[in-house]
């Protein structure tokens, strides 16, 4: 084989080896796409007549979960201390909402400050 012809063949193999480089950072950016759509997701929990409506939820890593308190009166989602829990809201007043991305796994416990007969669990999977 001559140098042309090795020139030739090697700028082949450069281009075949840069194409499937361009492939994999595509398909990268696929699979990112699609991890970061996952993290999108979200789940509600209304705050009426004194409760925690759906108080037990079951979420993805990465998805919000959104308390809504329609009560007139004035509640608080207040988690118990464990390792990847969220801060506790503010007061929360009708209309008023909370909203936390979980990404810790593990079940996280959730009161009313006000009334600690309200309560309810996130739990958090992959």
């Not at 990847?84 to 990404?103: E, I, N």
Request: net charge positive.
């Amino acid at each position: 084989m001559d140098s042309t012809s090795r020139s030739a063949s090697r700028i082949v193999r450069l281009g075949a080896l840069l194409a499937a480089g361009v492939v994999s950072v595509v398909a990268g950016q696929r699979v990112e796409a699609h991890e970061v759509a996952a993290h999108r997701a979200t789940k509600s929990v209304t705050i009426s007549s004194y409760a925690f409506r759906s108080p037990v939820v079951t979420v993805k890593r990465g998805t919000t979960v959104v308390w809504t308190n329609q009560d007139d009166a004035i509640h608080t989602v207040s988690f118990a201390t464990v390792h990847g829990a969220p801060h506790d809201s503010s007061d929360l007043a009708h209309g008023s909402t909370f909203r936390h991305r979980f990404t810790a796994l593990g079940v996280f416990h959730y009161h009313c400050a006000y009334h600690p007969f309200m309560h309810g669990t996130v739990k958090v999977t992959h």
